[in-house]
């Protein structure tokens, strides 16, 4: 077995239709547009940090948009969507861990 990195943010953000709380969020997607100067940042968003190292579906997903276009390596985007303001992910804490995976036996 092998271990795989697994990073994301940890900040609370409730469903919006259900109301239940999902604390860790990881990029599932990033699209950055250099004509409009904008980032799209995607999060699957989880119950908690297990749940998604664990494999479980994604309980919602949420866009961040940020006023720049920012081509950066996954932890500076995420530090990124942190410090940026008056989003869903504003304040949030970088965690990472190693997941097991079965490509090795």
């Not at 081509?71 to 940026?84: R, S």
Request: proline share 4%.
């Amino acid at each position: 077995m092998s271990n795989q990195t697994f990073t994301g943010i940890n900040v609370v953000v409730f469903h919006p239709q259900w109301g239940v709380p999902m604390g860790f969020h990881k990029i599932a997607r990033a699209e950055h547009d250099l004509i409009s100067n904008k980032s799209h940042i995607i999060f699957a968003s989880y119950y908690n940090q297990a749940s998604a190292e664990n494999g479980l579906e994604a309980m919602a997903h949420n866009t961040v948009v940020l006023d720049s276009a920012i081509l950066a390596d996954e932890p500076t985007l995420l530090q990124t969507v942190i410090d940026a303001p008056d989003n869903i992910m504003t304040g949030g804490t970088i965690v990472s861990g190693a997941v097991a995976t079965d490509d090795e036996v």
